[in-house]
């Protein structure tokens, strides 16, 4: 059974910085894509960032793009969000997932296995 753990959410400033960790165990993670999905209030769960687990190829939703960056440390079998330069629209619980293969890696339907969330709050 998958278990994914985050941790490292808060409080912090605009312009600030957060890293996000995602603990993965259950299995080993060859083929799958690891994630970070985020959901403010009243609104849906949306794409941030995926990595692939074996290649490390990295994908970014528009609105992240050299502001966060994601990574992986398949020793520690951990997945990081480093997140820079935050905005108060940043504000949401951030959750990380994983699926197999990279196909659709930002559809939040395709994710069979998700963490229990993080808040990141980024007050003005």
């Known amino acids: 059974q998958v278990q994914l753990v985050e941790s490292g959410g808060g409080l912090v400033q605009a312009g600030g910085s957060l890293r996000l960790s995602c603990a993965a165990s259950g299995r080993t993670f060859n083929n799958y894509v690891m994630s970070w999905f985020r959901q403010a209030p009243g609104k849906e769960r949306e794409f941030v960032a995926a990595?692939?687990?074996?290649?490390?190829?990295?994908w970014y939703d528009d609105s992240v793009k050299g502001r966060f960056t994601i990574s992986r440390d398949q020793g520690k079998n951990t997945v990081y969000l480093q997140m820079n330069s935050l905005k108060p629209e940043d504000t949401a619980v951030y959750y990380c997932?994983?699926?197999?293969?990279?196909?659709?890696?930002?559809?939040?339907?395709?994710?069979?296995?998700w963490g229990q969330g993080t808040q990141v709050t980024v007050s003005s």
């Open positions: 997932a994983s699926k197999i293969y990279v196909r659709r890696y930002y559809d939040v339907k395709e994710y069979a296995y």
């Open positions: 990595i692939s687990w074996s290649g490390g190829g990295t």
